[in-house]
Structures are given as C-alpha cells and as structure tokens.
C-alpha cells in the first residue's frame, strides 16, 4: 500500500504558540489530502482538505485561522496550528490517497499534540 | 448525513480465539474500509471492501451493501490483534477523502 509519513509524532508546546505537523506521501503524488482529528477514546472527524496549489477547504464548524494548511507541493501538507490552546490538544492525522479523491486512503502515523 | 454503527464496542478474547466484528451503515455506499489503531494510535488499512469478500491471512472481510453491513472476521486471534477496529464509508458522493468512521470496536486479547 500507500506510504503517509507525518512529523512531528509528539509535541508539547505552551499555550498561545504555534505548531506546524507535516505530513508527506513518500512513494507517491497527491493532490489532495485530508487532515483528521480524533480526541481521547472517540472516532475520526474530517477537518480539512488540502488541495495542491489552492486554498483548503475546511468542514463545518472547523476554524480556517485556528488551522492553517499549506499544500505547496505533490508530496507534503502541513498543518499549522495557531496560537494553540489546551483544548486544541488532540492527535491529528493526516491522510492521501495514491488513485486520487476517490481511492482507498491511507493515513499517516498521527501527531499528538498536548498544549500546555 | 450517513450514519455508522459498529457492534460489539468492546470486546474481549482469549489468545486463539475467533471473533466477528459488524459494521452497519445508513445509507448506500461505494465504498468500505476497515482499519485497525494500533496501542500508538496508527491506522492499519486493513480492507478496502465496497462489496464481496476479501482474505488476507488470519483476517477476511464481507461486505453485503445491498443490505447495508459489512463484517470483520479474526480468527486464531493474537495479542497483537488488540486495538481499535474502525470502519468508514464516504460521507457523500464518490469522494472518499470525507469518510465517516464508527465509534469503533475495542479489542483486547488476553494471553
């Protein structure tokens, strides 16, 4: 299958700063990929989609200026959390799929995020 | 919007075991998948199963969509097996970037 790498896997960082999770396809291109979030013991929720070259699309209920999301080439996205606060702690993960938007989805490894 | 529902929540097995994991959906779907989050948190992409049945080891899945089910099968269950079995389908259309995934089944094999 599909490889997805993201990084980092754990940060700790202090209320009101900013952290940045990357998330990478390594043996294939998408143009499209999809950020996750999953909160202790529950499901996955959709974020965002992140689209090469243009602007993400963000579900309902998720703030665009909370969460900025970058997809400047074929093979990286990044997520940015922004002025982080202890209730953005969360483990976030990314996903792509190899056969574009309508393909199997393969998810990368996650990162856990704990604002302090 | 598309609902799923996956029984048992918990579930708890002794090594060697066999077990059957059902994952019911609301709505007509063109596409499955089952997962397995491992203790670290990592999604395991088990199967992807819009219809018919598919093996691959100890684990087989079926996928019934005309009745809107699928199953997971674990046979000679192991201690490795423990973790979070997920399903999803595609929230809408034939993206399958939005899935909406269950609550998940917790498994825990005993040694």
């Known amino acids: 299958g599909a490889v997805v790498s993201q990084h980092p896997s754990w940060v700790i960082c202090k209320s009101g700063t900013s952290v940045k999770i990357e998330c990478r396809s390594l043996d294939f291109q998408a143009t499209t990929m999809f950020w996750y979030r999953q909160f202790p013991k529950q499901s996955l929720m959709l974020m965002a989609t992140?689209?090469?070259?243009?602007?993400?699309?963000?579900e309902q209920g998720v703030e665009k200026d909370k969460f900025l999301i970058n997809h400047a080439s074929l093979t990286l996205s990044t997520l940015t959390v922004t002025s982080a606060h202890p209730e953005d702690s969360s483990f976030y993960i990314c996903?792509?799929?190899?056969?574009?938007?309508?393909?199997?989805?393969?998810f990368g490894e996650g990162s856990r995020l704990t604002v302090l | 919007g598309i609902q799923v529902e996956q029984s048992p929540p918990d579930l708890i097995l002794q090594e060697g075991a066999n077990s059957t994991l059902r994952c019911n959906f609301s709505?007509?779907?063109?596409?499955l998948q089952w997962f397995h989050q491992n203790p670290w948190g990592q999604l395991i992409n088990l199967f992807y199963i819009p219809s018919g049945t598919k093996q691959n080891g100890r684990l087989s899945a079926t996928t019934v969509a005309t009745e809107r089910y699928s199953l997971l099968y674990i046979s000679s269950s192991q201690t490795t097996d423990s973790g979070v079995y997920f399903c999803?389908?595609?929230?809408?259309?034939?993206?399958?970037?939005?899935?909406?995934f269950g609550k998940g089944t917790k498994l825990s094999v005993k040694p």
């Open positions: 992140s689209n090469e070259g243009s602007k993400a699309t963000y």
């Open positions: 996903s792509a799929s190899a056969r574009g938007p309508t393909g199997e989805l393969f």
């Open positions: 709505d007509s779907v063109n596409n």
């Open positions: 999803a389908v595609p929230a809408w259309g034939g993206s399958q970037g939005n899935l909406i």
